[in-house]
């Protein structure tokens, strides 16, 4: 007979030191399940994945290649990203400057396989040949907003080049006097951390009333570029704007663990913006949130010290329920559940956050639907797609329909995760001005 060679004793006292150290995070004994059957590496595979959630690349990630460009059209390599409704900005080379940025329309045409040679600072080759699945897409002329300063010019490189890119929903990708032509003010929020940069673009004609201020806040691993596709809206309404980042985003300093703690702490920053808008003439505050932004001004309203001073919250396909989101993430990443379940566990017990590389754990518990219901108190408009590839969408349908006295759901059908806007910008921007015309004094 064969003897199976057993595993060895090392081997066993780690696997006995996982179970019996980490089977309090589980719910009936998740994480010993996963290590006496999946074995070891199971459990180090659920601490890489809490390490994913709370870790931002920082790297400009390419999600197509320009394969032909005109000045009439652009032929991509086809990817969800390049085919994605709704129109958006084509952009190659760094964020914060890049060498050309194109608007492109929403007309997608599917043009088949192409076989083409690339002229490349791609690889450090000096030419490379690449067969792809390919669309067009139309180039736009840049429209600049009623809003923006009469007669100027966007400076952003606009003739793209063959090889890799980005699609951004952005649309409005720089900086607001790049893109918007709007004048604005480089400010600095004091905080309990790092100082944090902001934009304050300040309307030619403010509205009648109360001075109001709209703080608008980004989402986990973008830029304050992100939410420029709200401003015209804001400043034609008369309401001056402070874009505002957080600690460890992209254009932020790092503090603390230097991890994003999906808006457990973050929020902290941006309460400190609304304490610099009050002091600096704001007497009332509209808050925005993006993806994550949208938890982060949700718990500023509810946590923060200036509450009572919160007439309305926009929120754009807004990260309401944390443990539904991270679930749902790690079921299109093909992450067996026990994994999923255990990473989550680590990034919220106190005892053990440090294996998920935080120096505290994230309550996310307090990150709900039911937290946000008994918490929010202030007229709130969602708007949010079915299709939102990131965020699931019945997070805010949970919302508006146990909260249907203070909350309003607009529902979009086709666009992606933060893509509403550039699906239907008519509609976004009447629901937006609809909606605080009635809110604001």
């Known amino acids: 007979m064969t003897r199976v060679p057993s595993k060895s004793p090392s081997r066993r006292r780690r696997a006995a030191h996982w179970a019996r150290n980490l089977a309090p995070l589980t719910v009936a004994g998740t994480l010993a399940g996963v290590v006496g059957l999946l074995g070891i590496g199971a459990a180090f595979a659920s601490r890489k994945v809490a390490q994913m959630v709370v870790t931002l690349s920082g790297r400009d990630i390419t999600t197509c290649t320009v394969l032909a460009v005109n000045e009439n059209w652009v032929l991509l390599s086809r990817t969800r990203n390049s085919a994605a409704p709704g129109t958006m900005a084509l952009v190659q080379g760094d964020r914060f400057q890049p060498r050309s940025y194109l608007h492109v329309g929403e007309e997608v045409t599917d043009r088949g396989w192409e076989s083409v040679f690339i002229e490349a600072e791609l690889d450090g080759l000096n030419e490379r040949r690449l067969q792809a699945r390919s669309v067009s897409r139309p180039v736009l002329r840049p429209v600049l907003p009623a809003a923006a300063v009469a007669g100027s010019r966007s400076t952003l490189p606009r003739q793209a080049v063959l090889g890799a890119a980005r699609i951004a929903s952005y649309y409005w990708g720089v900086d607001p006097r790049q893109v918007l032509g709007l004048d604005y003010t480089d400010v600095t929020i004091p905080t309990p951390g790092p100082a944090l940069p902001a934009w304050r673009i300040d309307p030619e004609r403010p509205r009648p009333g109360a001075a109001t201020w709209v703080v608008l806040v980004h989402g986990r691993g973008a830029t304050r570029a992100e939410c420029l596709r709200a401003v015209p809206t804001l400043i034609d309404l008369g309401l001056t704007c402070l874009i505002v980042t957080y600690r460890n985003a992209n254009d932020a300093p790092h503090a603390d663990d230097t991890k994003c703690h999906l808006g457990a702490d973050e929020w902290i920053d941006t309460d400190a913006a609304v304490h610099y808008a009050l002091q600096h003439g704001a007497e009332e505050i509209v808050l925005y949130g993006v993806s994550m932004g949208g938890q982060i001004v949700l718990r500023t309203a509810a946590l923060g010290r200036y509450g009572s001073r919160v007439r309305a919250i926009v929120l754009d396909a807004p990260a309401i329920d944390w443990p539904e989101i991270l679930n749902f993430t790690g079921q299109q990443l093909g992450i067996p559940r026990p994994i999923r379940h255990v990473a989550v566990a680590l990034l919220s017990n106190a005892k053990y956050a440090k294996y998920a590389s935080l120096n505290r754990a994230i309550p996310l518990h307090e990150m709900t639907v039911d937290a946000v219901r008994r918490s929010l108190h202030q007229p709130t408009l969602i708007l949010h797609s079915t299709a939102d590839d990131v965020v699931p969408f019945s997070g805010s349908a949970r919302l ?30 009447r629901l937006v001005r609809e909606f605080l015309e009635r809110h604001l004094r």
């Not at 059908?413 to 008519?426: K, Y």
């Open 400 to 429: 508006a329909q146990r909260k249907s006295d203070l909350v309003r759901l607009e529902t979009f059908h086709r666009a992606l995760h933060t893509h509403e806007w550039n699906v239907d910008r008519t509609r976004w921007e």
